[in-house]
């Protein structure tokens, strides 16, 4: 039967980050973020020691988002699609609040910089929203990690760390 053209892409499945996925993700993060070390207001985060979820589709790892869950609060502190309008970010996202909420997390929170426009879009649009900008946060990250660049994505100097934030009320029938 010929296609119409309509018919919807599979969703990623989503699987917790095991120790088989870390080549490929020390490879996928030096080649997007220059080495595994992720710095988010003054604090400097091994990625790969951070538990995770990695999104598959057509067998292949097309994604993979990684947090840190403190107390009442969970810190996305990774997320990379490396296939793009397939819904691997959503279905990330989606997880990882997921595992936040069974953890009881209250708020699910993230780091940007101020060049990344598409992760700003994404986000919002997501239901994020922007709680806080922390003016020439990056210059102090730098110090942690002098490989980030001076400027970022469209040519955007990168100066600043914007904090975007996901109230996660408990779900029905959890007792919270």
């Given at each position: 039967?010929?296609?119409?053209?309509?018919?919807?892409a599979?969703?990623?499945?989503?699987?917790?980050?095991?120790?088989?996925?870390?080549?490929?993700?020390?490879?996928?993060?030096a080649?997007?973020?220059?080495?595994?070390?992720?710095?988010?207001?003054?604090?400097?985060?091994?990625?790969?020691?951070?538990?995770?979820?990695?999104?598959?589709?057509?067998?292949?790892?097309?994604?993979?988002a990684?947090?840190?869950?403190?107390?009442?609060?969970?810190e996305?502190?990774?997320?990379d699609?490396?296939?793009?309008?397939?819904?691997?970010?959503?279905?990330l996202?989606?997880?990882?609040?997921?595992?936040?909420?069974?953890?009881?997390?209250?708020?699910?929170?993230?780091?940007?910089?101020?060049?990344?426009?598409?992760?700003?879009?994404?986000?919002?649009?997501?239901?994020?929203?922007?709680?806080?900008?922390?003016?020439?946060?990056?210059?102090?990250?730098?110090?942690?990690?002098?490989?980030?660049?001076?400027?970022?994505?469209?040519?955007?100097?990168?100066?600043?760390?914007l904090?975007?934030?996901?109230?996660?009320?408990?779900?029905?029938?959890?007792?919270g």
């Amino acid at each position: 039967m010929p296609s119409s053209g309509h018919e919807r892409a599979p969703r990623p499945a989503v699987r917790p980050l095991t120790a088989d996925d870390l080549p490929w993700l020390e490879t996928l993060f030096a080649e997007r973020w220059g080495g595994s070390v992720s710095v988010s207001r003054g604090v400097a985060h091994d990625t790969t020691a951070l538990p995770g979820v990695i999104a598959v589709l057509d067998e292949q790892r097309v994604g993979v988002a990684t947090y840190r869950i403190d107390g009442r609060e969970c810190e996305l502190v990774t997320l990379d699609s490396v296939r793009d309008g397939a819904g691997v970010g959503t279905a990330l996202v989606d997880a990882v609040a997921g595992a936040a909420r069974a953890e009881g997390v209250e708020r699910l929170w993230l780091i940007t910089t101020n060049d990344n426009l598409r992760a700003l879009r994404f986000y919002q649009r997501y239901g994020f929203d922007l709680v806080a900008v922390h003016r020439d946060a990056v210059a102090r990250s730098r110090a942690l990690k002098p490989s980030i660049p001076e400027i970022g994505l469209d040519g955007i100097p990168i100066r600043h760390e914007l904090e975007l934030e996901l109230p996660l009320p408990p779900s029905p029938g959890s007792g919270g």
